[in-house]
């Protein structure tokens, strides 16, 4: 239990409740919902241990799933985007940086870590939609559902980040 | 076994991905047919308890249109009782008949009030959570309805929380019947607009106009039969071509949903009774069927 925890924790809480509550119910042009969510799997630092971070995702997921009827989709996803996360911030980071590395507007700098955020939120983005149109498949829907969530969650993303910054 | 003893520990991190990921994908393909589930979705009690309060909130910033037009309803209600009982009474002279009538036809049902606590419109399958459970005698496959019409069909029942599949699910499947002219169909949704759906298998022969009511024809023993659902708006052929497709406009309200009440029917239940007993009494003639055949 260390302070670390309490502070991931209490992110953990904060963007949960956000979600389900507030940006749940937010359908621009009845495609594009924000799923700012995974901000948390974002922050996290460089070499964090792996089975942690999946952990943190898939019972983020489960929450987030339970709240919303969409059992195992958000589960799922979020414990690939845990999973990948390291090998897609790897490139980015500057050389001697020091062992945990956190990735942020302020270490990365904008457009690269805007590259680090979009690459995730559209991974994110195409896995959680196929899981849940699964029974229904549409491939027009489909798209404009990927690119206008994963849009509308990187700005999102983006704002947050901004603000957190200064 | 040095070796496969640290084969494990330096994968371990991808074992726990594919646990996890197993985990997730059984939570999605098994959750249409266990109804265990019941945890992991919102009829669990804190989902609902999360739901109630927040829901508590938004409906007092709707309360001042939604009273309007309960007031308006009721109006049209009382306006419509006083219509069919001096119809009633001219043609039997009879006012205790009338009063006995009417206390036979509510003593039928059994309505549990209750209150929206989430609901969606714009999923390919949508879900409504409402605050009554089995404590309070909700049982699955019981109809809702609202004051202006049909909801859905109870899916599943937690303690003090149930799921409803709402007829904006791709899952939904209600018998109706054009009212006056008792030609039946099913009522089925495929996404799009929250206000249109479409009654499918209408026989060819079925005579009709635009604007008809639709009503549920107490076929499918889960609604009694002549519960509002909707007017037909368009006309289609269905994809044979050996059947009519008729779009309908439909009377509730799915966006602006607070009030419903579950209908627990007792003639239903034996209705449901009786045909389940029928298939079983059939089941073994088929088998036999089946053995002879070889």
Same mark, same amino acid.
Request: hydrophobic share 45%; with cysteine.
């Given at each position: ?166 | ?75 049209? *209600?009382?306006?419509?009782? %006083?219509?069919?009982?001096? +119809? /009633?009474? #001219?043609?039997?002279?009879? &006012?205790? =008949? ?100 479409? *009654?499918?298998?209408?026989? %060819?022969?079925?005579?009709? +106009? /635009?604007? #008809?009511?639709?009503?549920? &024809?107490? =076929? ?75």
């Amino acid at each position: 239990m260390n302070i670390d925890f309490l502070k991931r924790l209490l992110w953990f809480t904060v963007l949960i409740v956000v979600q389900v509550f507030v940006l749940n119910h937010i359908h621009l042009f009845a495609v594009a919902t924000p799923l700012l969510y995974i901000y948390f799997i974002l922050q996290l630092h460089r070499n964090y241990p792996q089975w942690a971070s999946m952990l943190w995702g898939f019972f983020m997921g489960v929450v987030i799933d339970t709240f919303s009827n969409t059992p195992g989709v958000a589960a799922g996803a979020l414990t690939l985007i845990a999973a990948v996360q390291p090998f897609v911030l790897q490139p980015f980071i500057p050389r001697d940086s020091s062992d945990d590395f956190q990735p942020g507007m302020d270490t990365l700098g904008v457009p690269q870590y805007t590259w680090y955020a979009s690459i995730l939120t559209f991974i994110y983005n195409v896995v959680f939609f196929s899981l849940e149109m699964f029974s229904f498949f549409n491939v027009l829907e489909w798209l404009e559902c990927v690119i206008g969530s994963s849009l509308l969650t990187l700005i999102l993303i983006l704002v947050v980040e901004n603000v957190r910054r200064r | 076994m040095h070796n496969l003893t640290e084969f494990l520990a330096k994968y371990k991190h991808w074992f726990l991905f594919v646990a996890l990921e197993v985990l997730s994908m059984v939570l999605l393909f098994r959750f249409n047919d266990y109804q265990g589930s019941v945890w992991f979705t919102s009829a669990n009690y804190v989902t609902g308890v999360a739901y109630e309060a927040t829901s508590k909130v938004t409906s007092y910033l709707s309360m001042g249109a939604l009273n309007e037009k309960l007031t308006k309803r009721n109006v049209e *209600l009382e306006q419509q009782v %006083r219509e069919l009982s001096s +119809k /009633l009474y #001219d043609k039997t002279k009879d &006012s205790i =008949y009338l009063q006995k009538g009417q206390y036979h036809f509510l003593s039928k049902f059994r309505l549990i009030q209750a209150k929206v606590v989430s609901n969606s419109l714009d999923r390919p399958d949508n879900f409504i959570t409402i605050n009554k459970g089995t404590w309070d005698g909700v049982r699955k496959d019981m109809g809702v309805a609202c004051g202006n019409g049909v909801v859905g069909i109870v899916y599943m029942a937690g303690i003090h929380y149930a799921v409803v599949i709402p007829v904006l699910n791709s899952k939904s499947n209600i018998s109706c019947s054009i009212q006056g002219r008792n030609y039946f169909g099913y009522l089925h949704w495929n996404g799009g607009a929250s206000n249109m759906a479409y *009654l499918d298998d209408v026989p %060819r022969h079925a005579k009709f +106009k /635009l604007g #008809d009511r639709i009503v549920t &024809s107490g =076929y499918s023993s889960v609604f009694p039969a002549g519960v509002l659902v909707g007017k037909i708006k368009h006309v289609y052929n269905s994809e044979d071509g050996l059947s009519y497709r008729l779009a309908v406009q439909l009377s509730t309200d799915f966006g602006n949903l607070r009030d419903v009440c579950v209908i627990d029917d007792a003639s239903i239940r034996e209705q449901r009774q009786v045909i389940k007993a029928a298939q079983d009494s059939i089941k073994p003639l088929e088998e036999q069927n089946a053995t002879q055949g070889q």
